[in-house]
């Protein structure tokens, strides 16, 4: 049964939004949303993976009038919405495997044009399930440009499995295979992928990075995706107390300090090029954003800073300038 | 109507007068002939309405079809070898999921040493999964049974795999009969999924199942397969009224009338096993066989009868487990329990060795004779194994086995 929705007056930035016209409120702000995943699953307190899903799928649910399909891959958010007999979807819901759910949701979306109908497709996974097992998989899927949107929720670990390193963990992170021994203790530099660069370079009709920092943008992107036929990429930043070691009111400040301080930029792309990147608003060094962290605690225990919190500086620059995103200086 | 046709063309066409509507693909020898016919059945218009989706893995294929099945559409896909072990775990999901995917085994050896031709490695690899298997005798068989398997499949919402020898069936060229339209119209109704991903009425299907409840939910899996033990002959006596021929059967007896040796095999070997059998009843030998058409689910009463009145046992095996002998007969010898009989294992045919008449016949006689091994490999180079046992016993880096053998093949002696 889905819960009744109740709001809470909380930040401007996150469900709140009263002071805006109604037809630009967000989904979330709206007693109608579908409440896709409803309350009662068993995500851990502050879960960043939650709330992205729900948006994300929310405003497909909008965008599609309820008309929707989700195909999930194993992780983090197939099994705190689970298990039997309990389940947290509200709409028609299909888990195989951990990494094949880009091909499950291209069957689903034969058979439904097959049978002459208008439904659509989500298939979504972790960055363990997109990036690393599930990435043949996914590719075959871009490369025929199957009508599926992939949505990759990315906490940049394997989290379900108790925090291991995976494609998308970040430079010096800890992590339970990649710990914190020898004087360069955590994930390993000159490593990793960006999967929206590679969805682009399948040029995709439509390929856009979010985060739940900023619901607006999330559900803008979203609700675009399902105006596209074909294959199509949103990567979601979700921060995650567990693996990242922050505390479990300030997801949504990771998630916006992570933008702030260019290591993860927002932007969409369409047909293989990068259409709109979104500046920075207030840029943040990136101690910022790795001090409240414990995964990158390392880097501040000794006396004098470690040197690679200049190189992660780099490599966030470096972001910078590639999407163009500087902000006032 | 009978045609010259290549059977793996034949299956094709067969699949196509079943109406899949989502069919994947991924190339792999020797079962590829399949698939490139029926993406032309569905360019052409024959077979439509269908989605062709050419895959970029095994895993992909089985997952697409899963996701379809899922959705409400009859699906089919074929694979062989390192391919069904590439799926494997899309293999057992579909089974434990219920459902009713039709998937065609060009039976082939699983390497290394990487070989392309016939043996029954890889099915036995995924005996198993929770998937029906049924093994084709021959090449009218073949088709045949992808009938049966999509009525089978949706009726108990359970996957079926059609064994079918590579190279050995699905390239053989020879007159074959691929039922009518109407035949397979009147035989093989709709699907009706017993569940489906429908925005109406939103199911979560593949959710986590603890220990409370997971024994019950493999026992239902089991317990289907036996259903099957009742409903495949049923099923095969309808189809045969529909085509004219009786076709699919747990087993297919052969002389077993006073038959005191009694051959077990499963697939295209069968043909030749009879003939040897012939030959040896016409030289006075009390010898049959039985050909296993269902090996999962494994007709263990059904065989038990047929072997009532034997005196020994002698399977030929087309797989080794290594350490042991051969899946079949450990299976066969469940239908023997309590009976103190031989059960001979020969292992023959692996990678596709011919299994000739030539070799059969003084195994069968051995046999008859109580002077078989419990354990034999049918034409094995003996001397080769020697001299290779020889040369890794010299020293320590021997080099690759498998060149070493080839290579010592290759010289005169």
Sequence with gaps: MSQTVRFYQTATFTVGNRLLDPARRTVQASAERANAITSGHRACQGCGEALGARYVLDAAMRATGGDLVAVNATGCLEVFTTPSPQTAWQLPWLHSLFGNAAAVATGVAAALRVQGKRTRVIAQGGDGGTTDIGFGCLSGMFERNDDVLYVCYDNEGYMNTGVQRSSATPPAARTATTPVIGPEGGNVFGTGKSLPLIAMAHRLPYVATATVADLHDLEAKVTRAMTVHGARYLHVLVPCPLGWGHPTDETIQMSRLAIECGVFPVFEAVNGEVERATPIRRRQPIEAYLRPQKRFAHLFAGDAVDPRVARLQALADDNIRRFGIGGPP | ?413
């Design chain 2, 1 to 413: 109507m009978l045609k010259q046709l290549e059977c793996s063309r034949a299956i094709a066409e067969t699949i196509a007068r079943c109406r899949p509507q989502v069919v994947c693909a991924y190339p792999i020898t020797p079962q590829t002939h399949i698939v490139e016919a029926l993406s032309e059945l569905v360019r052409d218009g024959s077979l439509s309405p269908c989605e062709y989706i050419n895959v970029e893995s095994e895993t992909s294929a089985l997952s697409v079809a899963l996701g379809a099945s899922a959705t409400g559409a009859r699906a089919y896909t074929a694979t062989a070898s390192q391919g069904a072990l590439h799926m494997a775990e899309v293999i057992y999901n579909v089974a434990g999921l219920g459902l009713p995917v039709v998937m065609t085994l060009g039976n082939r050896a699983v390497g290394a040493p990487i070989n392309i031709w016939n043996d029954h490695s890889d099915a036995m690899a995924l005996k198993d999964a929770g998937w029906i298997q049924l093994f084709a005798r021959d090449a009218q068989e073949s088709l045949d049974l992808h009938v049966l398997a999509f009525r089978l499949a949706e009726e108990l919402s359970v996957p079926v795999m059609v064994c079918v020898d590579g190279f050995v069936l699905t390239h053989s060229v020879e007159p074959l009969d691929v039922p009518s339209q109407e035949a397979v119209d009147r035989f093989l109704p709709p699907y009706q999924p017993v569940q489906v991903l429908d925005p109406a009425d939103p199911v979560s299907i593949g959710a986590m199942v603890g220990p409370e409840a997971f024994t019950e939910v493999r026992y239902l899996a089991h317990h289907k397969q036996l259903q099957v033990l009742t409903r495949l002959p049923e099923l095969a006596a309808e189809l045969a009224q529909l085509i004219g021929r009786p076709s699919g059967a747990l087993l297919h007896p052969y002389r077993l009338d006073g038959a005191e040796t009694i051959v077990v095999a499963m697939g295209s070997v069968t043909g030749t096993i009879e003939v040897a059998i012939d030959e040896l009843r016409a030289a006075g030998l009390a010898i049959g066989a039985v050909a296993l058409c269902a090996f999962r689910p494994f007709p263990l009463a059904a065989l038990a009868e047929a072997l009532a009145d034997a005196r020994r046992v002698v399977v030929i095996e087309r797989n080794l487990a290594p350490g042991l002998g051969g899946a079949l007969a450990s299976n066969v010898r469940m239908a023997l329990r309590g009976r103190a009989i031989p059960v001979h294992t020969v292992i023959a045919g692996l990678g596709g060795r011919p299994v000739t008449r030539a070799a059969l016949r003084p195994v069968f006689e051995s046999a008859a004779r109580d002077a078989l091994d419990d354990l034999v490999f049918l034409d094995l180079d003996n001397a080769a194994i020697d001299r290779e046992l020889a040369r890794s016993g010299e020293r320590r880096r021997s080099g690759p086995a498998a060149e070493n053998l080839l290579r010592d093949a290759r010289r005169p002696r």
